[in-house]
């Protein structure tokens, strides 16, 4: 299955579940790809635990998720994407949508 994920919370608790599930369905043989939109471009500043959502990210990432953060969201917070947090635009988001089997939002 291609799932497909929309990140838009900034609660460390449910961002760190989101990528728990990508992790999840990684390790069940589907393919995963996550977008971070308005203000989940802000995630990878939760590093503290128990929600440490930087290093869950990290190893979703490792493991072969696939991480695209909205470039307008990005650039209105000041912010020019980071190796974990590349830069993507709406179409790359409406590609996600329209291609993957499943979409959650988050």
Known sequence: MKLGMVVY???AETLWNAF???MFALTQGDSVKAFLFGK???C????????NVRKQMQDYQNAGGVIMACGTCLQIRNSQGSELCPLYTMKDLWELIRDCDKVLTF
């Open 40 to 42: 989940g471009v802000e």
């Open 20 to 22: 728990r599930l990508g």
């Open 44 to 51: 990878e500043k939760h590093d503290a635990e128990p929600f």
């Open 9 to 11: 919370s900034t609660d």
